[in-house]
C-alpha cells in the first residue's frame, strides 16, 4: 500500500498486506466489490467511481475510485492499480449546497404563498374597498420580504467575488441609526417588540456607506425581534466609547449557545435549522454583517449568557477624523421632488409583463407611454415616439441595451434624450459601463416608484 493510502485508510503498509480489499469495503455495499472486479476482468477503466471505504477506525470516508486493468505480455488482465482520492471535503460541500437550495426554496415559497391567496382573494372580494387595502398592505409586505431575500442572495454573490463596494461618506453616528429606523422600525414594531432607542449625547461622526450601515444595523434589530418572544423588551444603543462609535443591539429572546457565538458570521449557518423552529431566513445575515462591517475598518461580535438568556450584538466603528471644510452628501439637496408633469415615455425590455406592468403604472401617473419588447424595436419606436424619457432593460435579444443607447444617442434627436438603464444588474461595473454608453442614470429592478418619481422630475427640470 502506497503512503498515500495509509494516511487514507489508516492501515500502515504492513499491517494491511495479506488482508483482502474487503477489508475496506463497509458491509452494507456487498455488491460493489465483486461488480468492479467483475468490470476490471473484462479489461474496463473505471474512473471516478464514487463511493465509501471504512478506515482502520471503523471510521468511514468518502472516496473517488480510478482502477485500470494491469496486463501481462498475452494482454491478460492479471490485475488491477487503484487510484483512491479523499472527496470528503468536496462532498461536505454539496451537502452543504444541496441543504442551501432546498432552504432557499422554501424561503421563497414563504411570502409566494400569500401573494397567490392574495390574488385569489382580490378576483372574489370584488369592490370591497376595506379588504382590498388590508390585501394590498400585506402584498406589499410580502413582496418587500421577498425582495430582501433577493437582495441578500445578491450580497452573497458580492461578497464572494470580492465585488462589493462602499459608497463612504460623512456621517453622524445617529443619523445612521435613524436611517436603519426607518426602514425597519415597522418590522420590529409588527411582531410587537418594545424597541428602546438610545443615541449619544455628544456627536459622533463616522466615514460610512449610509444605506449599507442601516442595512447592518437592521440586520440585526431583525433579528432581535425573529428570535424573541412577542412583547420581549429590545435595545438599540449608539455612543463613543474612545476612538470608536459603538452600536449596541440587545434582545432578551431566545439567547445563543457559547459554542455558536462565532460561527453565526459564518455563511449558511443557523444555530436550529429544524423546520419546526424555522424563523425564516436564509443564514446570511449575520455574514453579510459581519463583512460589511469589516470593510468599514470596524468589527462586530455576539455575546449571550446562553439559551434564554437574550443576545447582544456589539458593532465598533473607527470614529472619523477632524472634519475638512463643510462637505454636503449629494443626495441632501433641499426640496420635496415635485410631481412631474406628463412626459412621453418609452418603456423597452424584452420581459413583456415587465414593460406592459411599468407602462401602466406610468400611464396612471398621467404620461404618455409606449412599450418595446427588443432593442431594435426600441430604437424604431424612439424614433417616431421622440420620446422625453427612455426606461431601457439592458439584456434584451437582437439589440442589448447598451447598443441601443449609442444608437438612439447617435441621432440629432437623440443627444436631448434622458435615457434611464433598468437592469437587475447594480455593480458598481455595471453602472459605470451605462454611464460610458450615455445613460443618464441606472436604476436596478425592481424599482421603487420613488426613485422613479424624483427622475422624472429631475428629467423635466433638464428637457423643460
Ligand atoms: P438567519 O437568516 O437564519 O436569521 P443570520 O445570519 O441573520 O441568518 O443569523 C444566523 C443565525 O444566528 C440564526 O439562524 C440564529 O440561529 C442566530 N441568531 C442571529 N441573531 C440572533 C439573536 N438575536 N438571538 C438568537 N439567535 C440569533
Known amino acids: 500500500m502506497e503512503p498515500g493510502a495509509e494516511r487514507l485508510y489508516e492501515y500502515t503498509a504492513a499491517e494491511i498486506v495479506g488482508r483482502t480489499l474487503a477489508a475496506l469495503v463497509p458491509p452494507d455495499h456487498p455488491d460493489e466489490l465483486p461488480g468492479i472486479l467483475d468490470r476490471v476482468r473484462r479489461g474496463e477503466h473505471i474512473e471516478h467511481f464514487e463511493t465509501v471505504r471504512v478506515r482502520k477506525d471503523g471510521g468511514r470516508v468518502d472516496v473517488s475510485l480510478t482502477i485500470s486493468p494491469i496486463r501481462n505480455s498475452e494482454d491478460r488482465v492479471v490485475g488491477a492499480s487503484k487510484i483512491a482520492r479523499d472527496i470528503t471535503a468536496r462532498k461536505e460541500e454539496d451537502r452543504r449546497k444541496t441543504e442551501f437550495l432546498a432552504l432557499l426554496a422554501h424561503e421563497l415559497r414563504n411570502p409566494l ?30 413582496l418587500q420580504h421577498l425582495i430582501r431575500l433577493v437582495d441578500d442572495l445578491l450580497d452573497v454573490s458580492r461578497i464572494s467575488q470580492g465585488k462589493l463596494q462602499l459608497r463612504r461618506e460623512r456621517l453622524s453616528l445617529s443619523a445612521v441609526v435613524g436611517g436603519a429606523l426607518d426602514v425597519c422600525r415597522q418590522v420590529v414594531e409588527q411582531h410587537g417588540h418594545q424597541l428602546t432607542v438610545a443615541l449619544p449625547d455628544e456627536p459622533v461622526e463616522v466615514d460610512a456607506d449610509r444605506t449599507r450601515l442601516a442595512q447592518v444595523v437592521c440586520n440585526l434589530l431583525t433579528n432581535a425581534a425573529k428570535y424573541s418572544e412577542p412583547g420581549n423588551r429590545i435595545w438599540l444603543t449608539a455612543r463613543r466609547e474612545e476612538d470608536e462609535a459603538v452600536v449596541v443591539v440587545r434582545d432578551e429572546g431566545i439567547g445563543i449557545p457559547p459554542p455558536m457565538l462565532t460561527r453565526v458570521f459564518e ?34 461580535e455576539a455575546r449571550s449568557e446562553g439559551e434564554g438568556r437574550g443576545s447582544e450584538f456589539v458593532v465598533r466603528l473607527p470614529v472619523a477624523g477632524p472634519a475638512v471644510g463643510t462637505h454636503q452628501p449629494p443626495d441632501q439637496r433641499a426640496g420635496e ?41 426600441g430604437v424604431t419606436e424612439a ?31 437623440g443627444k436631448q ?12 461595473g455595471d453602472r459605470r459601463r451605462s454611464r460610458e454608453v450615455g445613460f443618464d442614470a441606472h436604476l436596478v429592478k425592481p424599482v421603487e416608484p420613488a426613485a422613479l418619481d424624483k427622475l422624472l422630475a429631475e428629467s423635466q427640470a433638464t428637457t423643460g
Open 267 to 300: 455563511m449558511f449557518t443557523q444555530v436550529d435549522r429544524s423546520l419546526e423552529k424555522s424563523h425564516g431566513g436564509l443564514g446570511v445575515g449575520l455574514g453579510i454583517v459581519k463583512r460589511l462591517v469589516e470593510m468599514h475598518g470596524g468589527a462586530v
Open 337 to 377: 421632488a415635485t410631481p412631474p408633469g406628463p412626459r412621453r415615455i418609452l418603456v423597452v425590455d424584452d420581459n413583456e409583463d415587465s414593460a406592459d406592468s411599468l407602462g401602466q403604472l406610468l400611464e396612471l401617473l398621467g404620461h404618455e407611454v409606449r412599450t418595446a419588447y427588443d432593442g431594435e424595436a
Open 113 to 142: 404563498a400569500p401573494l397567490r391567496n392574495a390574488l385569489q382573494v382580490m378576483r372574489l372580494a370584488g369592490d370591497d374597498r376595506a379588504s382590498a387595502e388590508r390585501t394590498q398592505a400585506m402584498m406589499e409586505r410580502q
Open 417 to 428: 434624450v434622458v435615457l434611464v438603464a433598468l437592469t437587475g444588474w447594480g455593480q458598481e
Open 383 to 413: 424614433g417616431a415616439f421622440r420620446p422625453h424619457v427612455v426606461l431601457m432593460d439592458i439584456g434584451m435579444p437582437r439589440l442589448n441595451g447598451y447598443d441601443a443607447a449609442r444608437r438612439i444617442r447617435g441621432q440629432p434627436w
